[in-house]
């Protein structure tokens, strides 16, 4: 692996990334907040060199982890099998210090399934058997690192922060999420879910802004892919088929 290598430069990203968020501080109603790309570095490090380390046709955005995925595992909707199974990522995970007594991270041994992670995994593990098969022209990433939780373990999304936090949170994010497309020079540009497309939208415009007529970067195509969280009722009713047509419809996938 090169010094300039995609993968080097996500992981450089990756460094710079919780560089800038360590200090940012939070108010209640968030009481805890984690960040996986520390207590988890290695798993989240060995998917970035295992499977980041190329350019993709297709770059896949989330919003930030679930509490039973990348909480745990450090892998983007790191549902727990389709780490260890699919991926072969099994590593030990350290503990977020403070760490909230109703959501304690477990790692590997964690027994509870991600949703959103087992939909989306489950897609991708079916259509492509090996995982190489996928990354080789896929990659997935959040654009927020940080889980928030409130006193009694409640879950609070990058979404729903006052704008005096989200702020430098998002700028950060804009800037780790550039990087990140630098990196690997995608095609497309999937959004899973109406927030990360808008994060996505707005990456591209600052990539039109940059060029001013230049034409130094490749064209790129944003799309979206219903987000499978079972708070989505339409998610609820198939969510690998839906999420499959959109695929196919936006040309990202043949039929």
């Known amino acids: 692996m090169s010094l300039d290598s995609p993968a080097q430069q996500l992981l ?3 460094n710079s990334l919780c560089a800038e968020l360590a200090p940012l501080t939070f108010a209640e109603p968030v009481s805890y907040v984690y960040n996986p790309l520390v207590y988890a570095k ?3 490090e060995l998917y970035l060199t ?3 380390d190329s350019h993709k046709r297709v770059l896949m955005l989330g919003m930030n982890p679930g509490p039973w995925g990348m909480t745990q595992t450090g892998v983007p909707f790191g549902e727990i099998p389709a780490v260890r199974d699919w991926m072969g990522i099994d590593v030990a995970v350290e503990k977020p210090d ?3 007594p109703k959501r304690p991270v477990e790692g590997f041994s964690c027994t ?5 992670g087992r939909r989306l995994w489950g897609l991708f593990s079916e ?3 090996q995982p190489e098969e ?3 022209e896929h990659f997935v990433v959040n654009f927020c690192p940080l889980v928030f939780m409130e006193e009694g373990g409640r879950n609070r999304t990058p979404d729903k ?3 005096a936090e989200s702020t430098p949170l998002t700028e950060a994010c804009d800037r780790y999420l550039q990087a990140c497309i630098g990196a690997l020079q995608p095609e497309y540009l999937i959004g899973v879910g109406g927030f990360a497309e808008k994060c996505l939208e707005r990456a591209l415009k600052a990539r039109s802004d940059e060029d001013r007529g230049d034409d130094r970067h490749s064209p790129m195509t944003l799309g979206r892919v219903l987000h499978p969280s079972p708070a989505s009722p339409a998610a609820n009713r198939g969510w690998s088929e839906a999420a499959t047509r959109q695929l196919v419809e936006q040309g990202v996938w043949s039929a």
């Not at 509870?112 to 959103?116: A, D, G, K, P, T």
Request: net charge positive; charged share 25%.
């Open 42 to 44: 290695t798993a989240h």
């Open 161 to 163: 922060l006052p704008k």
């Open 12 to 14: 450089a990203a990756t």
């Open 112 to 116: 509870r399934s991600e949703v959103s």
């Open 127 to 129: 259509r492509y058997p």
């Open 50 to 52: 295992r499977f980041g």
């Open 134 to 136: 996928f990354f080789a």
């Open 98 to 100: 403070p760490e909230h």
